[in-house]
């Protein structure tokens, strides 16, 4: 499996903080076809999910604090210092959940909340990269997307303080905004402009899985216990995308490439 290494400000990490770890586990092994690497931490066990010999990210319990919560897939972005990004975050109107912690032997990371509600989370990896992961292939993470009710501040945010430079996509849905976003030489993700269809549906940020065959994907979702919440439609230029729940709730997007 391929691996990749995340610029400075990519997405560098995938967690989902489930509320039944081992039932999310089940699933994403039978989509997916990832297998576990259980590991024991001081906050519960915490799996390390793996595309083949590659890491795609990890499946745990939810954090100290999220007692009754829902399931929810989440994103961690490089940083080179996560105590000096956590406070200009703050100075740019983010929101903290709690201090910065600290994961021995791995890194240092922060929870936070942009100015618009969407949560993610910053990370500094112990020696200064952001390690290798299954990125942008088969039953990987392809792509990384913030529904935001306004892109224009979303730019200004992610753009001051992770770097990020950003190209508007010709390939927006009808009546809306859509703007990629860059890490270095690389488009990790995109903004898209949230239209009052949305209703009161926080902004949130979305992990896109891609997937080989659609179809098949759905199917798998079903017997394994998941449920299909946004029917599979063709985006022009893109490819085929569903959006799937597992059975705690979990939501991320299938996504088969057009190619």
Excluded at 171 to 176: D, E, F, I, Q, R
Excluded at 214 to 219: E, F, K, P, W
Aim: charged share 15%; aromatic share 12%; glycine share 12%.
């Amino acid at each position: 499996m391929p691996v990749h290494t995340p610029a400075l400000g990519a997405p560098c990490w995938f967690e989902l903080a489930s509320t039944d770890p081992a039932r999310s586990i089940a699933f994403a092994q039978a989509v997916f076809g990832w297998s576990a690497d259980e590991q024991g931490t001081p906050m519960g066990p915490y799996a390390f999910m793996l595309n083949g010999t590659a890491a795609v990210g990890a499946i745990c319990g939810l954090p100290p604090g999220a007692e009754g919560a829902p399931s929810f897939w989440s994103a961690y972005f490089l940083v080179d210092d996560v105590d000096a990004a956590r406070a200009k975050a703050l100075a740019l109107g983010a929101t903290a959940f709690g201090e910065a912690f600290d994961v021995p032997g791995m890194g240092r990371g922060a929870a936070l909340a942009d100015p618009g509600g969407a949560v993610f989370n910053l990370w500094q990896a112990e020696n200064a990269a952001g390690g290798e992961l299954a990125m942008f292939e088969d039953f990987s993470i392809g792509w990384v997307e913030l529904a935001t009710r306004d892109v224009d501040a979303a730019q200004r945010f992610y753009g001051e303080l992770l770097g990020w430079t950003f190209q508007d996509s010709a390939n927006a849905p009808p009546g809306t905004r859509y703007s990629e976003y860059a890490a270095g030489d690389t488009h990790y993700g995109g903004l898209l402009q949230m239209t009052p269809a949305w209703g009161d549906v926080p902004e949130h940020w979305s992990l896109y899985v891609v997937v080989p065959d659609l179809d098949i994907a759905l199917s798998a979702t079903d017997a394994a216990g998941g449920r299909l919440s946004v029917p599979a439609f063709n985006a022009p230029g893109v490819g085929r995308i569903a959006r799937i729940d597992d059975p705690t709730g979990a939501g991320c997007y299938l996504i088969e490439l057009a190619r």
